[in-house]
């Protein structure tokens, strides 16, 4: 495992962390909130290994995260920036071919979504692991109160004060996202002390790259003084997959209820999904040997 810098021509530079041999094919793992690219370290391990594909893995620190560039401007944040992080960092991993897979999770995955209608030649196959559709997303914002009300707490990271709310008490309120959903204890408990010290490293980095992501985006519910996704129509054209496509769904996330992966194949006409009945969000900590059988089988697809 290898942490490097690559500076992108647009000039951020995105911190990532890389295993295997350079000039192999790559795969590109994104990470979502609140997390940083270390959670795909059982991934990069798995799949630099000759006996599973021999890639070159490399999974970047988001724009906002950690040792990333982190602008201050909140549209700098804005989807089409992001997509441009991942195009720039595409070109310098693998400048001669496709990506052998995009894997994302979460914010990773509402990025993944839009480079892969984007740029479907520079992406030879997608991995989606809890991380809704856009398509999907805003028809669930729009019409059910259930995923509104499972999406409120994003009116909450938009606040100006969301930075020393999620700093308090030892990150107590961040801490809550991962133990709500079964992370301290259950069968498939993975908050370690180790891990703690992990995440702790991250976030003393800092939060406003990460709620910016938040800040930007018009994908939230509605609320009093702003119409938010409400008053928002996307055109079949931006939402519309032509890469064979892999979702891996946790049925048990609370904040991404099963109803978003209703009607993904009307967006994606080569879709593959696979429901996990005891997984949660956190899948990739929870079951990342699962994670991983699932990836290498979508991978042998080709």
Excluded at 41 to 57: I, N, Q, V
Excluded at 108 to 136: C, D, E, F, K, Y
Excluded at 197 to 223: D, F, I
């Amino acid at each position: 495992m290898k942490q490097q810098r690559f500076d992108l021509p647009h000039g951020i530079t995105l911190d990532c962390r890389t295993a295997g041999a350079v000039g192999r094919p790559v795969m590109l793992f994104l990470h979502g909130f609140p997390e940083a690219a270390f959670v795909w370290d059982a991934m990069l391990d798995f799949f630099s290994d000759p006996a599973h594909g021999g890639y070159f893995c490399v999974a970047p620190n988001l724009r906002g995260y950690a040792g990333s560039s982190a602008p201050s401007e909140i549209q700098a944040y804005r989807a089409k920036y992001l997509v441009q992080d991942l195009v720039a960092l595409k070109d310098i991993v693998s400048p001669d071919q496709p990506l052998a897979c995009l894997v994302a999770h979460d914010w990773g995955g509402a990025v993944a979504w839009n480079m892969a209608n984007q740029h479907p030649a520079r992406i030879r196959q997608l991995a989606i692991i809890n991380s809704p559709h856009p398509g999907t997303f805003l028809r669930e914002l729009q019409s059910s109160p259930t995923q509104q009300a499972a999406s409120a707490y994003m009116n909450f990271l938009i606040r100006p004060d969301a930075e020393s709310l999620l700093a308090e008490d030892d990150y107590r309120r961040l801490w809550a996202f991962f133990t709500n959903m079964g992370a301290s204890d259950g069968p498939y408990a993975w908050l370690s002390d180790a891990v703690k010290a992990q995440y702790r490293e991250v976030w003393s980095q800092g939060l406003t790259g990460a709620l910016n992501y938040y800040r930007a985006s018009p994908l939230r519910p509605p609320r009093e003084t702003d119409a938010a996704a409400a008053a928002l129509t996307l055109p079949a054209s931006m939402l519309t997959i032509e890469v064979p496509t892999l979702v891996l769904w946790g049925m048990q996330d609370i904040a991404l209820p099963p109803g978003l992966i209703d009607g993904l194949d009307d967006y994606i006409p080569d879709l593959t999904l696979h429901r996990i009945a005891d997984g949660s969000h956190w899948l990739v900590h929870e079951q990342p040997a699962l994670v991983a059988q699932h990836l290498l089988a979508f991978l042998a697809k080709t």
